[in-house]
């Protein structure tokens, strides 16, 4: 019993499911989920019943279709881009990029062979 | 009608002091402008003597507040509104935050102590830089008196004056919510040290190594009173909600654990910046984000539009101010930093993934997820409202599911971290390191599947987790202590001392980490052990949860000075203790309140409600059996310890490096 209510939301309360609510409405919805378990109704079926009358908002969980995608697929989506990010800047932090040597100048290349050549000889 | 007198002006004076409060902040905020531009350096320094005018002359205001509360001078709108003549002193002098002006003026008057202690504390350390600073500072200022003397303003008087006052709320009317809005906002408020540092050094061009030394202190303050605020919240929450939990995941908590998730980010990423010289551009977007959450807490919370969208604009003024300042702020902030962020000096390279700045970085990542998810969960379904109509419910069986496997890796993370060495760590000897804390883990976690087949797969990877990281910081601990004795010869417990002694820093944070783990344990045993039933009882009547005998022994009514209650007797049959539940009714208040009772032990609360059932003479009682949740307010105390170990060392000297560097596990 208490498993259900606890996420099924009392619809006039701020933010409380049914199980820890002590208005009218969640006391009412109390006794319905009782008296549909006592009618052999299944858990899907009596979380069923309380979306057909109150739609979405009555689950303390949001639905993984719809408008509730999104809230199920961010932190998996923010985990990837954030760790990656992450990964990325430890990489690039690993090798530091030295800036290349800078390019010698065809006079001076030819001024380096000229000096190898004399003092080889 | 002297007094009445008196105390009237004595409104208007803080209300005038209010006023000019705002235009000298105004000073301070355009004091360095002015400088600059009339190329005056010495004009800066007005801004240092406006900040102690600022904070007097708001002292002054909110002195005269408390006044009028405490002489009951209903003249007052938010006195009439928040306040009544039976009310006892201490909570007449607390129902100045109990309401939504009231708050506002508490954030700001804690925005001009922390200001004037900055201006103090900096006017030998960096005196070039501080007139920036306070400006920044006083920038905020300017924005919160806007909006509290335009649009929210608890001086504003009441024609003709009511005899007597509304109430304060009976759920506020505790001691525990006397604490816990100044702590948070100790904390909020805190974090703006650290950001008017930051737009400081961008605008400055202040080189990061001679500033991030100074904003730890700050950042580590900071987080301590937002640490201690959500702390006694959740711990409020627990005794007087009377649903036998303490963290709902509902909005308004979310709003204060946003910046803590993002400041425990920050106060480890200063370290790595403050001894690797890494990180720097980051630093500075953590300092501006986690100051931007602390702003969008207080608004979430002070703005009505979390109990319905719609509150919101009922309202249009306040909810277009608040929307233009926070715009504002992450507009001006962020765009200096995107300017300026560039010119940051080069850092350092990393050598080697196995390193403790490598895992500083993924404790960040983490953090950083987690904070992310909590702002979508908590916005997501505000946003839908308000743009298609359209309701769903967030709540917390979702920021379960979602936080507790983001957790888990946090403690995991927790555990090895302290062990890595900076630069590059020996894989082998990291791996004979934790090589018996592993086993431990594991043993424990494995012997609690087996013992507790029925348990969700979470709590036994946690607590495995947790005695991992225990394990962990007690060998590494000791580890030291036997180095310190083999090089000095002292004996245990003087070694035990000197070692935590010597590096304050380092075991500060392990102190803090150690509360972690402890905490941890107090959620699992309560979060996932809790027995509950609801029996209706009469007098004799035995009721029995977990193994717990409770009887009723019957009911006693009388009279307190601001309530009449009707309290209940019920004695715990194990141990002969008294649990005395009530249900009190607080004048102006049409619903009479329940007051819980709680017998509490090292292990286990046996946390009892009372309500009214159909036959008069019986009584529905709630009995939950919580187990470990003394373990949680425990960790909180702990994590203070640590905290005041960690500052009361040192700035790091150089000398103080070496012995620092000995304490530390080498590689």
């Known amino acids: ?121 | 009608m002297l007094a009445n007198t008196v105390s009237l002006n004595l409104i208007e004076l803080g209300h005038f002091c209010a006023y000019l409060a705002m235009i000298v902040a105004l000073v301070q905020g355009l004091a360095p402008i002015a400088a600059h531009l009339l190329k005056q350096p010495r004009l800066a320094q007005l801004s240092v003597n406006a900040s102690v005018a600022v904070f007097a002359l708001t002292t002054i205001g909110g002195l005269s507040l408390v006044h009028a509360f405490v002489t009951s001078n209903f003249s007052v709108q938010y006195v009439a509104q928040n306040s009544n003549t039976l009310l006892p002193i201490f909570y007449k002098v607390a129902a100045l935050w109990g309401g939504h002006e009231g708050s506002l003026y508490l954030w700001v008057w804690i925005l001009t102590l922390y200001t004037m202690i900055v201006g103090w504390h900096g006017r030998r350390q960096y005196p070039e830089h501080l007139p920036v600073i306070l400006a920044v500072e006083g920038w905020l200022m300017v924005g919160f008196f806007g909006l509290i003397l335009f649009l929210s303003n608890p001086f504003t008087r009441l024609f003709p004056v009511p005899a007597e006052g509304n109430d304060l709320n009976p759920l506020l009317q505790d001691p525990g919510m006397v604490g816990h809005p100044p702590m948070l906002y100790l904390g909020y408020v805190g974090f703006s040290v650290p950001f008017a540092f930051a737009m400081t050094a961008l605008i400055t061009r202040w080189r990061s190594e001679l500033w991030v030394g100074l904003i730890r202190r700050w950042a580590l303050i900071a987080w301590g009173f937002l640490t201690t605020g959500i702390i006694l919240g959740g711990w409020w929450a627990y005794y007087e909600l009377g649903w036998g939990g303490y963290w709902a995941w509902d909005p308004v908590e979310n709003a204060s654990f946003m910046p803590w998730l993002l400041g425990t980010a920050l106060v480890h990423s200063i370290t790595v910046q403050d001894r690797r010289r890494m990180l720097h551009a980051w630093n500075i977007f953590l300092v501006i984000s986690t100051f931007s959450l602390s702003l969008l807490g207080t608004f979430l919370v002070r703005s009505g539009v979390l109990s319905s969208v719609h509150a919101f604009a009922v309202d249009p003024g306040r909810g277009a101010y608040i929307l233009a300042f926070m715009t504002i702020v992450l507009v001006v902030s962020f765009g200096i930093f995107m300017v300026r962020g560039r010119y940051q000096e080069a850092e350092e390279a990393i050598t080697s993934f196995l390193s403790r700045e490598s895992l500083f970085v993924w404790n960040n990542v983490l953090f950083l997820v987690a904070c992310a998810s909590v702002l979508l969960g908590t916005l997501y379904p505000l946003a839908l409202d308000a743009l298609s109509g359209e309701k769903i419910t967030v709540g917390a069986p979702y920021f379960n599911t979602v936080m507790v496997p983001i957790f888990l890796v946090m403690i995991l993370l927790m555990a090895v971290g302290p062990l890595v060495p900076w630069r590059k760590a020996n894989p082998q000897r990291l791996r004979s390191r934790l090589l018996i804390p592993a086993v431990i883990g594991i043993a424990v976690a494995a012997g609690m599947f087996v013992a507790l087949p029925r348990a969700h797969w979470t709590g036994p990877v946690a607590v495995g987790f947790a005695l991992f990281a225990l394990a962990n910081l007690l060998i590494d601990y000791l580890r030291a202590v036997a180095q310190r004795r083999l090089q000095l010869k002292e004996n245990f417990w003087r070694a035990c001392v000197k070692t935590v002694l010597g590096n304050r820093r380092h075991y500060g944070g392990m102190i803090v980490h150690f509360g972690i783990v402890i905490i941890t344990l107090g959620l699992v045993g309560s979060g996932l052990f809790r027995s509950e039933t609801t029996v209706t009882m009469g007098p004799g009547d035995v009721a029995e949860v977990a193994g717990e005998r409770l009887r009723f022994d019957g009911i006693t009514q009388f009279h307190r000075e601001n309530y009449d209650t009707v309290q209940g007797r019920l004695t715990l049959l194990n141990s002969g203790r008294e649990v005395k539940p009530e249900r009190r009714t607080y004048p102006r208040q049409q619903a009479p309140t329940t007051e819980t009772s709680i017998d509490s032990t090292a292990l286990r609360d046996v946390y009892v409600v009372m309500n009214e059932s159909n036959d008069p003479n019986k009584w529905a009682i709630h009995i939950y059996v919580n187990p470990l949740v003394r373990f949680i307010w425990s960790g909180g105390f702990i994590i203070i310890g640590g905290l005041f170990l960690s500052l009361s060392g040192r700035r790091r000297a150089r000398g103080a490096e070496a012995s620092a560097a000995a304490a530390e596990p080498a590689g």
């Open chain 1, 1 to 121: 019993m208490l498993d259900i209510a606890k996420d099924l939301r009392c619809t006039v309360c701020q933010n409380q499911p049914v199980s820890e609510s002590n208005a009218d409405l969640a006391h009412d919805m109390r006794q319905i989920i009782r008296e549909q378990i006592k009618a052999g109704k299944s858990r899907q079926e009596i979380i069923q019943y309380f979306v057909d009358r109150y739609g979405d908002y009555v689950l303390m969980k949001p639905p993984k279709q719809g408008p509730g995608e999104v809230v199920w697929l961010a932190p998996v989506v923010l985990l990837v881009l954030i760790g990656v990010s992450g990964f990325l800047y430890l990489r690039h932090r690993l090798r530091p990029s030295l800036p290349p040597p800078p390019k010698l100048s065809r006079e001076d290349a030819a001024r380096v062979r000229e000096a190898r050549k004399q003092g080889e000889a």
